[in-house]
């Protein structure tokens, strides 16, 4: 059986197309990146240090992430930097929920975490969660207990 030359050439183009399309996806998966983001909303906190949080870092809610940092900037009037935070919008943060900055192990990467609070009203894109706790910088408490700066 031999196959017409215009028929191979249009499996082969074909086939390109596909590789080049799975290329793409497993590109933009590993970057954390999507191009259709309309499942989700905007929120935003600020916090007085954000060490080691980068955009593409995970949003967790009790473990399950639920979002990712969308970017990180430095509120100039305040000196407080601002966490923008893209999150599903299946899932709805209470206007009294905590948002803190913790690392996954020990010196692994961090993320942002969401304490769920008890109000019935949710944010909406553009919401600021007002209550907020820092990144905890092991590495100046290491140094403060070596050279003996820890209060007893």
Request: with cysteine; aromatic share 6%.
């Amino acid at each position: 059986m031999k196959i017409s030359s215009s028929s191979m050439h249009i499996s082969i183009g074909l086939f390109i197309l596909i590789g080049l399309g799975c290329t793409a996806y497993l590109a933009m998966t590993l970057a954390n990146t999507t191009f259709f983001s309309g499942d989700s909303y905007l929120v935003s906190a600020k916090f007085t240090a954000v060490n080691g949080l980068r955009p593409g870092s995970n949003v967790e809610i009790s473990g399950v992430a639920v979002g990712k940092v969308a970017d990180i900037t430095l509120d100039q009037t305040l000196y407080q930097a601002v966490v923008t935070m893209q999150v599903q919008n299946a899932v709805g943060i209470p206007v009294d929920s905590v948002a803190a900055i913790k690392t996954s192990g020990l010196i692994g990467d961090k993320y942002v975490s969401i304490t769920p609070g008890a109000d019935d009203a949710m944010l909406e894109t553009g919401g600021v969660i007002q209550d907020t706790q820092a990144a905890l910088d092991i590495e100046e408490m290491i140094s403060k207990y070596v050279f003996g700066s820890v209060e007893k």
